[in-house]
C-alpha cells in the first residue's frame, strides 16, 4: 500500500541510534515489525470475522467500504478526498475519480470507486502503522491481508521519520491528477501554512481571504501564490468537479482535513519517541549483561535518549511547530461537532477535542492523542519523563520561546484538562493542584 496518503496521505548514541541511519532497523530486535504479531482494531476485528462473531455486509455501491467504517467505528464525516495520482491504485485515481480517506483517531480507511481493495492502516500501539488492504469482491469472505514491503517501500523511509508511519503531501496536480514533479511538493502537517496545503485534494469549506492549493490542477506551477486559480477556493459543492455517484458523501472537510495533518504527524512522532526508547533500553540490557553491571544499571547515554524523546513528544503534543490561521476556517459537515462530542471534558466542559478554528485548530492545543492506546504503550520510563516535561511547561512562570504560543491561561486550563481527565497526569504530578 504505497499510501494512505503517500504524497498526499507523508542522541545518536552509543546505546540507541536513531533508526534513521537504515530505513529498515525497525525490522531488527526489540521491534521485530514484520515479523510480529499485530494486536489493533483492525487485528481484532479480523478475529471475530474468523471465529465468526462478527460479520461484514457487502453494499453494491461501495463494496465492503461501509461496513468496515461501522464495525471500526470510523465516522462517515471524517471523509476526505484525494485526486492525485500518489498512490497504490493510482491508475483508477483522477479528479473524475478521486480517492476517499476516512479515519477515527487510530484507523485510516482508503478507498477507491470501483478499486481492486480497501486500503487500511492502524496505529498499533507496539508497532506503529501496520498496513491491510481488503479485496473488493463481492461474494467473497472478508479478509484483511497485512502488508509489509509494498507499504514500506513509501511509509517506512525518511518522509515518516524513519519509522512506519503515514504521509500527507501536497502537490501540483496535471489536469490528469498526475504530481508535476518540477513543480515539488510540500509535506503537510501542523507547520504547513494553509496556503502550502492541499494541492491535489479536494477541500471543502469557507476560509476567507486565506489561500490553499486545492480543488484545481495545473498545467505548470504558478509562479506565485497570487497566479493560483481562485476557483479552487471556499468550495462548498464539489458536484461539477466530478460525480458523486459511489461515494458516502460528496464532500471533503476542511476541519476533517486540518485534523488529519495533526493525527498522522502526531502518530508518527509516537512511534518514533517509543522506537528510540525501546531500542536504547534494549541495547543497554545488553551492555548491562556484557559488562557484567547490575541489570538495573542506567548508562547516561539512555538517559539523553530518553529525555530527547519525552521533549520531542511534548512539543508535537503541544502544537509548537503550529502555522497560525490568518482568520476563520470553518468546514461542510458534521465532523467538527462529531470529533468535539467525543469528549473527554473537564468540570468546566472543556475538552481537548474542542476546536478554535480562527487563530489555531484546538482552543486548548494539547493533543488528543495522549488518551490514545499508542499513548499509554509507551514504555513507563518515557511517559514518566512526558509528564515530567509537559508539568514543567505547563506550570512555568515563564517556560521559554518554544511555548510562546501558550498563553498562560492555554497552560493553565490544559493542566486542568489533563488532570481531570487523564489518571496518569495526577499520578506523574503527584497531586492536582
Known sequence: MRALGALALSVALTLSTSFAAAEDDFELAPILYSASTPDNPVSRLQ???DAGESTLAWDGAVGWLGSILAALEVPTSSQTLVFSKTSLQQTRISPRNPRALYFNDDVYVGYVRAGDVVEV??????????FYSMEQVPGARPRFERRTEDCLLCHGGSQTRGVPGHILRSVYPSPSGQPIFSAGSHRVDDSTPLADRWGGWYVTGRHGAQRHLGNITYADRPATAADADPSGLNVTDLGERFGTKGYLTGQSDLVALSVFAHQASAHNALTRAS???RAALHREAALNRDLDQAPDYRWPSTNTVLDGAAKALVESFLFCDEAPLAGP????????TDFAARGPTDA???????FDLERRLFRHPCSFLVYSASFDALPAELRARFWTRIGEVLTAADPGPRYAHLSADDRRAIRAILVATKPDAVAHWGSAD
Open 348 to 354: 468546566e466542559g472543556r475538552s481537548l477535542r474542542h
Open 47 to 49: 478475529a471475530r470475522l
Open 275 to 277: 522506537f528510540d526508547v
Open 121 to 130: 492502516s492502524v496505529a498499533d500501539p507496539t508497532l506503529g502503522t501496520v
Open 329 to 336: 476556517i470553518e468546514g461542510t459537515t458534521t465532523f467538527a
